[in-house]
């Protein structure tokens, strides 16, 4: 009997251990705690060693300080101490855009710069033109560039100037717009504005809309009286050759179109590049019916342009005339000097003057800074008239020298047109003058002595010459109607 309760008493206690084991993994407080909560004493015993921050209600929360970036400290050196040096190599493109810079601090900003070869002494204050024998300008020499591209670039206080015979003067005209700044009165270079030799990189021209019109003009100039001045060795290169626009153009006059006329003379042909029409040889200004028709010059003038004409002709010439009155004689001296003389009296043309010679190039530089004088909007037409003289009189010295006066007037106009980039210039002839071929013995001659209806060349650069020259061969009437777009005429000339 007791053994029985014995046994009973046993498999109730191990029932009632089968049971409390069951309720402790369903009740949790039962469970055992993984992380037991500190007890009070032990919880204020970490905030006596490590105590709260007490909050401010008054004060909103602060970020903390940013570290500031150390800034580049400004550096300016005065204008004034520079000297432009260019190579003593004869290069007109790198002399006439030294040149043209040291106007632009005259004419601009009042500041005599000089401008010397790389012949004299090194200094520390220089602005270097292409590849002089500085240290400076070789270092940058070997850089490859587009024919758009230019360099410009810092060592110590030198600035030095890269770029493809011509786009030195692209880099000119970035110089004076983007690197010199007025302090204090004093105008300086501000040469954090420029990067070190071995840091700067290719920067690409940049035209803007297109505002004002350079023309030059080579009276009877064809191809062959260029090819043959460069043959002479009086000159190195034909600057025209250097820009980036060129193409071929029809020069015939209505009286041809008529058959009237074997060629063009120089009145029909000027009427035709100032006005956009064909004419009769002769009429000065006038269409076919002579009607008289708004030439380029006064478009200009009308909307608030400096207008000015420069020949080596005589001012009343066919050529200089068709910008300036409406005749229909070209050979009316009297009533083509009445119309000048109102206009000039009027003072509404800024230069108007002829038979220059010699003094062509010393015009051209004058008239290009006082047309365009604070910003001023302009149309200059220039024209060297000897390659037309010599024609007719088969004088190949005479061609030779107005070839070589007008290259000149080119390589100071291309210089000039890439430090306003507003600007466009056109190259060209209006008719070519005494048939010069090149013979089997390797010599240029003169087949003519009159006008011929061989398509003439024209050169250009600047803003919206793409436009103009979007073809290889085009007519004058084309580069009148350019002309007058750029002064706001939709509509210009005959249809």
């Known amino acids: ?76 050196c005065e204008l004034q101490k520079y ?3 260019y190579p003593n190599n004869g290069d007109l493109a790198l002399y006439y855009t030294a040149m043209c810079l040291s106007d ?35 270092a940058v020499a070997s850089r490859y560039l587009q024919a758009d591209e230019f360099l410009i670039a810092k060592s110590e206080n030198q600035v030095v100037f890269r770029g493809n015979n011509y786009m030195c003067a692209g880099a000119a005209g970035y110089f004076v717009k983007n690197c010199i700044e007025k302090i204090d009165d004093v105008y300086a270079v501000h040469m954090n504005t420029l990067k070190t030799l071995n840091t700067a990189s290719a920067l690409t021209q940049k035209w803007e809309e297109t505002e004002n019109v350079i023309l030059l003009i080579g009276d009877g100039m064809g191809r062959n009286q260029v090819l043959k001045t460069v043959s002479t060795g009086k000159i190195r290169v034909w600057e025209g050759d250097r820009l980036p626009g060129q193409a071929y153009c029809t020069t015939r006059s209505r009286s041809v179109e008529l058959g009237s006329a074997s060629y063009t003379d120089s009145a029909a042909a000027a009427t035709a590049l100032a006005t956009g029409y064909k004419t009769i040889n002769g009429y000065v200004g006038l269409n076919e019916n002579k009607k008289s028709v708004k030439n380029v010059r006064e478009l200009a003038e009308e909307v608030g342009a400096k207008t000015a004409i420069l ?78 003289h010599g024609g007719h009189n088969n004088d190949m010295d005479a061609v030779v020298l107005g070839v070589k006066r007008l290259n000149e007037c080119v390589a100071y106009a291309a210089a000039f047109t ?5 600007t466009a210039l056109i190259v060209t002839a209006d008719h070519e003058t005494g048939g010069i071929e090149l013979g089997t013995n ?54």
């Open 1 to 76: 009997m007791k053994k029985r309760n014995v046994f009973k008493l046993t498999a109730f206690l191990l029932l009632l251990c089968f049971l409390l084991s069951a309720v402790s993994c369903t009740i949790p407080f039962l469970k055992p705690q993984e992380n037991e909560p500190a007890t009070d004493s032990e919880t204020l015993d970490k905030e006596e060693q490590n105590p709260a921050p007490v909050e401010d209600d008054d004060e909103e929360d602060e970020e903390p300080p940013k570290k500031e970036e150390k800034k580049e400290e400004d550096v300016y």
């Open 104 to 138: 632009y601090f005259l004419n601009e900003l009042a500041i005599e710069i000089p401008y010397k070869t790389d012949a004299q002494a090194e200094s520390a204050y220089e602005i270097l033109i292409g590849r002089t024998n500085r240290q400076a300008s070789l």
């Open 442 to 495: 390797g010599k240029y001659h003169f087949t003519v002595s009159t006008h011929t209806n061989t398509n003439v060349p024209v050169y250009a650069i600047g803003s919206g010459i793409d436009t103009l020259l979007a073809e290889d061969l085009i007519d004058n009437l084309d580069i009148a109607r350019f002309m007058a777009s750029v002064y706001g005429a939709e509509a210009w000339g005959q249809e």
């Open 311 to 388: 020949t080596t002709d005589k001012i009343t010439g066919a050529t200089p005339s068709g910008f300036l009155v409406h005749v229909d004689d070209r050979n009316n001296t009297t009533e083509i000097e009445k119309q000048q003389k109102a206009i000039t009296d009027a003072g509404v043309i800024s230069l108007c003057k002829g038979s220059l010679g010699d003094s062509l190039f010393d015009y051209t530089r004058e008239d290009l800074w006082k047309v365009s004088k604070c910003g001023s909007r302009f149309f200059t037409m220039i024209e060297e008239s000897e390659p037309d």
């Open 418 to 422: 890439l430090m306003h980039p507003d």
């Open 83 to 85: 000297t432009i040096i």
